[in-house]
């Protein structure tokens, strides 16, 4: 009989599900990365427990933990006290591998032992608590919301509790360019993914699901005042003929597989949301968009020109048919966003309008009933999550400068291939349907990202590299830490007590933040093992974005400001294609 996994922190297993017997929980796949990591924040703050499952591929679970810090300090702000904090449990799992997502289901739906190494998981509470990371973080001041904010329904419901209510899957590949170039990894994660998880919720009996939609979907053809229908599953409209790349027909080819999984079953509940251009960050500049590789989106773009990580902003194309001859999209608030995911939450748990009688159409008792494959369910619905309103290029880089009261350096370059003109929403179904709007306008995104930018002007970077490291060689990495002072004495360093192993990565996480000694911690690791610093390079870069957009010029690595006043040998990695490669 397997025995019951160790968790990370201080909780056992019995632990954990003792206290998560007191909430609705929600399964957020993805949810450490951009949105995700808000839509955890919202959940929490509306009364769910939340398990999140992520491979880390494209994200860190730091962002969990300071998700953990915005709601302690909301929680205090109300006078709320935080053991009324849903708890907050991370796997690092992934959606390929059926049998941890099985796992993961078994821990929390079911009182039997999961197979211990499938599903070992972190409290995030307790590792805040554990590595004094309250202590760490710096928050801008924000005035969020006066209370707290609604419960979703689930909440109220004692049956709901202790149960995986719903799943929102984010959890996805999403670069357009890599997709082209790298089409079977896209289905593979993309759809495989997908299946997995629909088949083990089927097997576990969770029967609500929001999933991650875009709008890259209506393809090209579709501009301006989009609205849902445009693009329809279940054998009418389009069919994604014109989406004219991979990551954009994995997510149509996604949303008909809901759609017929919803036909299957009746009583199954699927919303896809179909995001339009999600930027901004959390108020506090604690969370943030920190995409891995060379970012070819353009809120990332300016936020690293602004930093110096690259020389200027390419904009693409300057004779579309727009105000001024820029591309204009639909940008909406990383939060607002996230929202959408819980008003999509709350119309699932809304209790059932009584069914309006149905009169059958004369015409369709000659023709019999609809083919259940030309169906579109109203188990399966979708919405657009957007503003409604359009920006051009040229917009974004003036409001961007107007609140980081610098000019971002800019120059006009080739339109992109496939680009569009104008891309927004009519954002009006979300409204009368779920009773949501985006609150947040184009002030607030770039507000929101400039805090994000300025309060971590590498992102996570720093902390994921580490952590890189000390995986590819702990040894060395204890060394290290102990010669700049981060451990007391090697009869500690081999330790692994708790506290001492918290105050440790508590200062790992401050040393992050200050340029020198995070560049000393990297000299003496590349002195006490040769090549390392090119190896972690390549773990980070197996998958690097391939994009099939022209990159004008050389830019900065990820890492490129923190080496280059270094007297570290300088070597530049061998990228391919029109990558920038990494500079060390
Ligand atoms: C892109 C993806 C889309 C995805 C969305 C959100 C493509 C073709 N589409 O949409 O599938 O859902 O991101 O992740 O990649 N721009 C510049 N300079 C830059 C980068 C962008 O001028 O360096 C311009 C673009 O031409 C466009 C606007 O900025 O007019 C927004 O671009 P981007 O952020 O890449 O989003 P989308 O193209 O709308």
Redesign the pocket.
Known sequence: MPSAPAPIGEVTLDAARKTISRFPITLVTGGSGYIGSHTVLELLLAGSAVVVLDNLYNSHMESLSRVWHIINNDFARWGIDKSEIPPLYFHKADLQDRRSLEAIFMTWQTSSAPIKSKAEFTNVGARYENEKLGAVYKMKEYSGKPQRPELINSVGDKSKHGKISAVIHFAAL?A??ESVMKPLQYYQNNITGLLNLMDVMEAYRVKNLVFSS???IYGQGKESNISEDSVSVGGRGAGGGLV??P??RSKWMAEEILNDWCIAHRDYNVIALR?F??TGSHPSGLIGEDPKGVP????P?IMQAYQRRRSK?????SNYDTNDG????DYIHVSDLANGHLAALRSIFAPAAPEPEKKPKEDSLAVGPPAPELEVRDNYRVYNLGTGHGYS?LD?LQAFSGVAGSEIPFAI?E??P??LGT?TANASKAQNELGWQAEFDLQDMCRDVFNWAAENPVGYERLRRLSTLAGLDPKAMRKASIAVGLMPDAANAGSNNTNQLGGYLNSLTTLTKDRGAFNEMIRRLSVMHEGILEKSIQEEATHPEVGS?PVPEKQWGMFGDAWKDQDLPIRKGSGSGNLAPPVL
């Not at 070819?296 to 809120?299: E, P, R, Y």
């Not at 902003?313 to 194309?317: A, D, K, Q, S």
């Not at 820029?326 to 999209?329: E, K, L, M, S």
């Open positions: 999403k357009v360019g875009s709008a890259v004219t790349n990551y954009g995001y251009n999600p070819n989106n353009i809120i773009v902003v390419y904009v693409y194309g820029t591309g204009v999209r290029v974004i370059s339109a992109r496939g680009d891309v957009v």
